[in-house]
T-cell receptor
Framework: KAGVTQTPRYLIKTRGQQVTLSCSPI?????VSWYQQTPGQGLQFLFE???????NKGNFPGRFSGRQFSNSRSEMNVSTLELGDSALYLC???????????????FGPGTRLTVT | GNSVTQMEGPVTLSEEAFLTINCTYT??????LFWYVQYPGEGLQLLLK?????DKGSNKGFEATYRKETTSFHLEKGSVQVSDSAVYFC??????????????FGSGTRLSIRP
């Protein structure tokens, strides 16, 4: 099975712009989660989608949004970029089904976003 | 509240040395416990897991035992290699929840192995 893929791998944007990142989960995985990783804050949960519905959202401003398509692919969008948004954005998929499943997360390689 | 505490890095060892990375947790109920590894330029990979007390997870020579009495899940390897240089994350998943929002990651421990 192919792993989780994320595009693009690297991105440079300027303050005020908006950006869309894409994630394709492992085939058959219906849960997709997004994380922000920075040296100072570590790994922080952004949001999770399951069957096209946002199931949970972390403590991030409304500039961060996402969606999931019927094929489980997911996108996240950040509007009005700030310097502090520079980070590695990781997508992870999980084989969990409803309340069952192993809760393991399978991560993609990430998108390195630099805001200048 | 629920939390994961890892030993601070960086940890620097010589090749073939014994490795221990400490991880303790605070959680309600009986969480599942995980170790993830992140190699340079990559995302996190699941290294091993344990879903109940006294379970031992193992993979690639690494081991960790779920100790409920000490709320710990320390990562060990008998003989490290240069290729083990990476950042290691301890994590827990709160019991009774299927959501990824209930996964709590530690801050990560950077491991460097000298040839």
């Amino acid at each position: 099975k192919a792993g989780v893929t994320q595009t693009p791998r690297y991105l440079i944007k300027t303050r005020g712009q908006q950006v869309t990142l894409s994630c394709s989960p492992i085939s058959g995985h219906r849960s997709v989660s997004w994380y922000q990783q920075t040296p100072g804050q570590g790994l922080q949960f952004l949001f999770e989608y399951f069957s096209e519905t946002q199931r949970n959202k972390g403590n991030f401003p409304g500039r961060f949004s996402g969606r999931q398509f019927s094929n489980s692919r997911s996108e996240m969008n950040v509007s009005t970029l700030e310097l502090g948004d520079s980070a590695l954005y990781l997508c992870a998929s999980s084989p969990q089904e409803g309340d069952r499943g192993t809760h393991e997360q399978y991560f993609g390689p990430g998108t390195r976003l630099t805001v200048t | 509240g629920n939390s994961v505490t890892q030993m601070e890095g960086p940890v620097t060892l010589s090749e073939e040395a014994f490795l221990t990375i400490n991880c303790t947790y605070t959680a309600t109920g009986y969480p599942s416990l995980f170790w993830y590894v992140q190699y340079p330029g990559e995302g996190l990979q699941l290294l091993l897991k344990a879903t109940k007390a006294d379970d031992k997870g193992s993979n690639k020579g690494f081991e960790a035992t779920y100790r409920k009495e000490t709320t710990s899940f320390h990562l060990e390897k008998g003989s490290v290699q240069v290729s083990d240089s990476a950042v290691y994350f301890c994590a827990l998943h709160l019991s009774g929840y299927s959501s990824a929002s209930k996964i709590i990651f530690g801050s990560g421990t950077r491991l460097s192995i000298r040839p």
